[in-house]
């Protein structure tokens, strides 16, 4: 296009000199009391002249404003990649746990921002991860509100203050920010299901199940389900035994998510005193079929009225889920219970043949040894051994310390919201008191 111009701007100069030096003529240029004539081939000239050197001086202005230009971005691209290369070192450190190179890291990023007079994304990024990992540190507080000025980064400064609010149990706070960026944002999944939670521990139930109709643009018909399970289950458990409400509530959160363990025994249990054992036994093991809980299947058998009968549940509990360890363990506790001692030994050889942990087995075999031969010796011989052995509990509640085999959002025991984690404990096993 530049090649194009330029062969025209020069043809039209040629087609114009040649008309001006076949048809030549003067030009008076009047200034009183000054008259100036020049001719017309010059005047042209002079006028293309000076054409031409504007032309030239704005093309090399533009040149040298994009030589600046470009001078900035590479500068500004060079400090860009310093800050990435501080950032991707500093997140290293922190996951290495080193804290006195990931400090000395903070330390260069205040510096530059303190040589630029203002924070970049990244740097502020890095100040809340290393102040997470800290949480006493000073300037927290600053960091939030710097997160919270810049658009994109904003969402962790709402995420840590609905945090740190539910770690103080202060839940009416939470809710206020969830509200908040809700306002700014009303189908952020993160705060959707956060204000289900928030709903339900403020019992607020109708809340709890508007803001889940709200997640089914983004989350599966399992998660509905199961959060619904969940809400109607707290609804009950919040309103009692007493109240009308509270065996249909159980049985709306049981045939949503038939896996939900804690309602189904609940909902047996509340049958069971209405004197509608039949009922309790369908719920029992509508939840057994699903999944073999061993609280389940003790409770299903414990309808029973003999230890034989108790024995026959086992049995039938077993061949739902005859591949299932927890069907092997159940029927070996109910035939002792049943004094069945021939049937207890062989399903305790099937359990230690399917691979299950050796102390299991020795608990089992240590009490099968106490109750059939009363060898109390044998008995705490092997026990002792399982002494050395770590008692594994899947999730704890670390407030109350109750022990859960499944994640649950609420603790059963003493209601915290969001406490249960995955732990190992150092305890040792107890040695269960035989009688002597």
């Known amino acids: 296009m530049r090649k194009l111009f330029w062969f025209v701007f020069v043809l039209a100069l040629f087609c114009l000199i040649y008309y001006f030096y076949m048809h030549p003529g003067v030009v008076s240029i009047s200034y009183p009391p000054y008259t100036i004539e020049i001719s017309v081939l010059a005047f042209s000239f002079l006028f293309l002249f000076t054409l031409f050197i504007t032309f030239f001086i704005t093309s090399r202005i533009q040149h040298i404003f994009q030589f600046f230009v470009r001078w900035r971005e590479r500068k500004e691209f060079s400090q860009y990649k310093k800050i990435e290369t501080l950032f991707i070192e500093g997140v290293v450190l922190l996951e290495e746990h080193k804290e006195k190179e990931a400090k000395a890291i903070l330390t260069k990023f205040e510096t530059l921002s303190e040589k630029q007079q203002s924070f970049s994304p990244l740097g502020i990024l890095y100040q809340f991860l290393y102040t997470r990992k800290h949480p006493s540190h ?3 507080q600053n960091i939030l509100l710097r997160l919270q000025s810049d658009p994109v980064l904003k969402v962790l400064a709402y995420k840590t203050q609905i945090r740190h609010a539910v770690e103080q149990t202060n839940y009416e706070l939470a809710k206020a920010l969830c509200d ?8 952020s999944p993160w705060f959707l299901k956060v204000m289900i939670f928030l709903s339900i521990k403020l019992n607020q139930f109708k809340n709890a199940l508007h803001f889940l109709e709200e997640t089914h643009r983004f989350e599966s018909p399992d998660y509905q389900l199961y959060m619904g399970s969940i809400i109607w289950y707290q609804w ?6 007493q109240d009308e409400h509270y065996v249909p509530y159980l049985t709306k959160s049981h045939n949503l998510n038939l896996r939900f363990a804690a309602a189904a025994a609940r909902l047996a249990t509340a049958f069971e005193q209405q004197g509608d054992p039949k009922r309790a036994k369908r719920v029992l093991l509508e939840t057994w079929e699903k999944h073999p809980y061993f609280e389940i299947g003790e409770q299903f058998c414990s309808l029973g009225e003999t230890p ?32 069945l001692w021939g049937e207890a030994r062989k399903e305790l050889e099937k359990v230690r043949t399917k691979g299950t942990k050796p102390r299991v087995v020795k608990f089992l075999d240590a009490m099968v040894s106490h109750d059939e031969m009363g060898d109390t010796e044998q008995a705490y011989r092997i026990l002792k051994e399982l002494l050395e052995s770590r008692l594994k509990v899947k999730w704890q509640c670390k407030k109350c310390k109750h022990e859960s085999t499944t994640w649950e959002p609420f603790c ?7 406490h249960i984690h995955y732990e190992q404990p150092e305890t040792k096993i107890k040695i269960p008191i035989f009688p002597m």
């Open 236 to 241: 009950a458990k919040r309103l009692g035994p």
């Open 138 to 140: 000073p300037v927290m």
């Open 412 to 418: 059963e025991k003493c209601d915290s919201f969001d």
């Open 308 to 339: 034989m009968e108790q024995a026959q549940l086992a049995k039938e509990l077993f061949l739902i889920h005859p591949r299932d360890i927890m069907s092997h363990i159940l029927l070996v506790l109910f035939y002792m219970r049943a004094e």
């Open 180 to 187: 908040e960026y809700l306002l700014q944002d009303a189908k």
